[in-house]
Each structure stands twice: as C-alpha cells, then as structure tokens.
Antibody, heavy 121, light 108 residues
Framework: EVQLVESGGGLVQPGRSLRLSCAAS????????MHWVRQVPGKGLEWVSG????????GYADSVKGRFTISRDNAKKSLYLQMNSLRVEDTALYYC??????????????WGQGTMVTVSS | EIVLTQSPGTLSLSPGERATLSCRAS???????LAWYRQKPGQAPRLLIY???SRATGIPDRFSGSGSGTDFTLIISRLEPEDFAVYYC?????????FGGGTKVEIK
C-alpha cells in the first residue's frame, strides 16, 4: 500500500524550532519529488516547500523562506522539514505529499494524514 | 505569484444535481497546468484533475475539467453523497505553487 506517515508535530513556543518527518512506503521513493503543504484548521491549503528526487532543486513559499529547510534521505525513504524561528502564523496541519513527477514541481497525487504544529506561548 | 480565485464560495445542491465550480487566475496559467482536488471532512485532499482536463487514476467520469489561460471549470455531472466536500484548484505552471481558497459543495 502506498503510504506517507508524518510525525514530529506538537506544541512549540514562538521563536523555537521543530523538525517534521515523513516516512514513505509502498513506492520507489526516489522516483518522485516531494512536498510539504499546510492547512490551518477550517481554512485553505498552502504549499510550503518542495524538493526534487535527488535534492537538486528545492522551493519555498515566501512565507517560510529563510526559516524552513526541506531535505530528504532516499536511503531511508524519508522527507524532512526543519522549521526554525517559528511564528504563531505557522500553526497548521502539515501534510507530506508526493509529486506526480520527479524532476519538477507538479501536482500532489498521494497525501499523508498530516501532523499538527501549534506555535503558542 | 499567481493568485487563484474560486467561486462560488459555497454551492448548495441536492444529490444527483450538476455542480459547476470556477477557478480564475490572476495571470495566465502556462500549459494549462491547473489541477483540482476534493477534500472530505477530516481527510487529506485527493487529486481529481490535472492538466486542466485529465482525470487522475481512479477518478470517475462524472468529474470533468476544462479551461485554459485564466479561466478554469470543474463540473460534477451528478452529485454523489461523497462529493459533498470542499474543492480546491491548484496551479503548477509557475513557482510558488498556489491553491485557490476553495469551494464548499453542501447538501441543500
């Protein structure tokens, strides 16, 4: 079964850091680009960051550029999001999502169930 | 950044009826790189349409997409109970990737 399982969310104070992980199974992980997409509960979707299959190209939303870093370990079939200098407005459910392609950013054909990040003092 | 505006915000229809959802872009979406997703309550989104009109794997033919440039449409020909959900469009023609604000299809 194709599956993405996120972990690492939780409650964190403003200005602190958090690292999210996404474990992939059921498909050849290094055949696909991967992404993080977030959603404030009850609100819409926001693309956060993406990374191509070999980490050759990464992209970030302006709202997180310079604070968040995406990475992947193909041997471990895992995707990561290092989130630094967290803000209250980063509070959201963070989804890991598989891209339909491996070399460019495209559409998201497989999604995890998400991990909740709450930034509050 | 391409801004996507979805309308209407909410669509109230009955099962079996036809739903027409709109997604308008602030600038032309290159190569019709426009996708649609359905999100049921408490679930992750699911890809329905990519390339403006191609159905994703396993998506029934009651879903159809059309459009180009700045105007795109998703049509659900006959609403099934599982179709009452929120729908999002997404463009992938330029970075950053962006989503529309969503259209909620609710039971009338």
């Amino acid at each position: 079964e194709v599956q993405l399982v996120e972990s690492g969310g939780g409650l964190v104070q403003p200005g602190r850091s958090l690292r999210l992980s996404c474990a992939a199974s059921g498909f050849t992980f290094d055949d696909y680009a991967m992404h993080w997409v977030r959603q404030v509960p009850g609100k819409g979707l926001e693309w956060v960051s993406g990374i191509t299959w070999n980490s050759g190209s990464v992209g970030y939303a302006d709202s997180v550029k310079g604070r968040f870093t995406i990475s992947r370990d193909n041997a471990k079939k895992s995707l990561y999001l290092q989130m630094n200098s967290l803000r209250v407005e980063d509070t959201a459910l963070y989804y890991c999502a598989r891209d339909r392609r491996f070399t460019a950013f495209d559409v998201f054909d497989i999604w995890g169930q998400g991990t909740m990040v709450t930034v509050s003092s | 950044e391409i801004v996507l505006t979805q309308s209407p915000g909410t669509l109230s229809l009955s099962p079996g009826e036809r739903a027409t959802l709109s997604c308008r872009a602030s600038q032309s979406v290159s190569s019709s790189y426009l996708a649609w997703y359905r999100q049921k309550p408490g679930q992750a989104p699911r890809l329905l349409i990519y390339g403006a009109s191609s159905r994703a794997t396993g998506i029934p033919d009651r879903f159809s997409g059309s459009g180009s440039g700045t105007d795109f449409t998703l049509i659900i020909s006959r609403l099934e109970p599982e179709d009452f959900a929120v729908y999002y469009c997404q463009q992938y023609g330029s970075s950053p990737l962006t989503f529309g604000g969503g259209t909620k299809v609710e039971i009338k």
